[in-house]
């Protein structure tokens, strides 16, 4: 069956256009129009936390059916401050979007955290590292840790949480934490919970790779560097 999909704002200029056809199975869901949608054109991945969408001009849960001939939406967030940032990324952690995604009139202080690569680790010279994650339960989970500093600390403006995957060389960055707040003293307190719990419960797991030899790392439910 076939659907319009309109784009506005952010999704159109990473598109390029303002509409597109798309070709789906019968019984297709509004998640699945976007996850055709991310397929066909990548540079939406950045937006996968945040998905909103509507069907016919109404707004809709991402497991709505849809219809042949539908007129789907995807709907970026509106202005008004910042916006929470969930990303699971194959390629190096951009920290000037994790800046910006906390950015808000009202903070005094934003904290950005970078987890880097090493060389060393129990004695061994590691060469690289290889990430992989399981990403819609990672996502969920990068949500849950948000909605818990909230809980704690309720005058967070913005939390960004990014984790890379794939091939990382010595050095690089794996994981990026973006918190933004009126104050320095809850914005230092938000990052160090988040990478807390980011270690804990995120579904990533490491491989360390040496000469002559590799191991999938096992410190827990989720290792980080």
Not at 28 to 56: C, I, K
Not at 119 to 134: F, I, K, M, P, W
Request: aromatic share 8%; proline share 5%; hydrophobic share 40%.
């Amino acid at each position: 069956m076939r659907v319009t999909v309109r784009l506005f704002a952010a999704y159109r200029e990473k598109v390029g256009v303002s509409h597109v056809d798309l070709e789906l199975e019968e019984g297709a869901t509004l998640q699945d129009a976007w996850y055709a949608l991310v397929e066909r054109f990548p540079g939406l991945n950045t937006f996968h936390h945040r998905v909103v969408g509507s069907v016919n001009a109404e707004y809709a849960s991402l497991d709505t059916p849809l219809q042949e001939g539908d007129e789907v939406a995807f709907i970026p967030p509106v202005a008004g401050g910042a916006q929470d940032y969930f990303a699971i990324v194959t390629e190096p952690i951009d920290e000037a979007t994790l800046r910006a995604s906390v950015s808000d009139p009202g903070a005094g202080a934003v904290l950005v955290f970078i987890g880097t690569t090493r060389n060393q680790t129990r004695g061994r010279r590691v060469e690289h590292l290889e990430y992989e994650a399981y990403e819609p339960l990672a996502l969920r989970q990068m949500e849950q840790i948000a909605k818990e500093i909230r809980e704690r600390w309720p005058d967070v403006k913005g939390i960004a949480i990014v984790h890379r995957v794939g091939r990382l060389e010595i050095g690089e960055a794996s994981i990026g934490i973006a918190v933004s707040s009126p104050h320095r003293a809850t914005a230092f307190a938000a990052c160090r919970y988040a990478i807390d719990r980011a270690k804990e419960s995120l579904p990533i797991w490491k491989k360390e790779v040496w000469e002559g030899g590799e191991e999938w790392i096992e410190e827990g439910p989720a290792v980080l560097a």
